[in-house]
């Protein structure tokens, strides 16, 4: 069952700017992830934050956790036309199962 | 990492048939699992592929529907059977070592059933 709520579902940015979107979930975790999905292909991973974890970054991306209101966000920084995807949220519990949030699409205008 | 791909990439059946989808691992891993993506939603989790024994799977999905194999640590096959239009949709397979905890997905099979 999907445990995850994103928002905003959708997101339209120039190129440059930066996208911010949020991730939401109801259970306790062991950790949070991120993926990213081009056109219907496979999930490509882009980071992981430990439930003990606040804050994390990779390259242009950051990402926070704050487990006592149970939610995420991942922040692209300068966004490129490149970074045009669709971005999920997944939680992961006590059995290595993922639990996918609903999506954010972000399209990125050259 | 690991790297996965998928047999077939995509395909079109007739309502009352079976596929059988294969998911092929570069090298060995713990876990396996099976994903469905219906048309533009998020994923859910069909099935934990567990080597050498039965697969386990979630709420809604039963094994007579989606019996799945897992010979071996590289390889699992998923089998969507008696199809309907409603199965139309991209099939995953994901996998992880069970230590660090990303999960690796393949490229997906995107089903069309007429």
């Known amino acids: 069952s999907q445990q995850g709520e994103e928002d905003p579902q959708a997101l339209s940015i120039q190129e440059g700017e930066n996208a911010t979107m949020n991730c939401s979930y109801k259970?306790?975790?062991?950790?949070l992830q991120w993926y990213r999905q081009n056109s219907g292909r496979g999930l490509v991973h882009l980071i992981l934050?430990?439930?003990?974890?606040r804050e994390k970054h990779s390259g242009r991306l950051r990402v926070t956790l704050d487990t006592s209101k149970k939610s995420s966000s991942l922040l692209i920084t300068a966004s490129r036309a490149a970074d045009t995807a669709s971005y999920f949220c997944a939680t992961e519990s006590n059995d290595y199962k993922l639990s996918f949030g609903a999506g954010t699409t972000v399209t990125v205008r050259a | 990492s690991a790297v996965i791909s998928q047999k077939p990439s995509r395909d079109i059946c007739q309502r009352g048939t079976s596929l059988t989808i294969q998911c092929q691992v570069d090298?060995?891993?713990?876990?396996m699992f099976w994903y469905r993506q219906q048309p533009g939603q998020s994923l859910t989790l069909i099935a934990t592929?567990?080597?050498?024994?039965?697969?386990?799977?979630e709420s809604g999905f039963v094994i007579d529907k989606f019996p799945i194999s897992r010979p071996n640590l590289t390889f699992s096959t998923l089998t969507v059977s008696n199809m309907s239009p409603e199965d139309s949709s991209i099939y995953l397979c994901?996998?992880?070592?069970?230590?660090?905890?990303?999960?690796?997905f393949g490229p997906g099979t995107r089903l069309t059933v007429l």
């Open positions: 592929a567990n080597q050498g024994s039965e697969a386990t799977y």
């Open positions: 994901s996998a992880g070592n069970g230590i660090v905890n990303e999960q690796f």
């Open positions: 259970t306790s975790i062991n950790n």
């Open positions: 090298s060995q891993v713990t876990m």
């Open positions: 934050i430990r439930s003990n974890e």
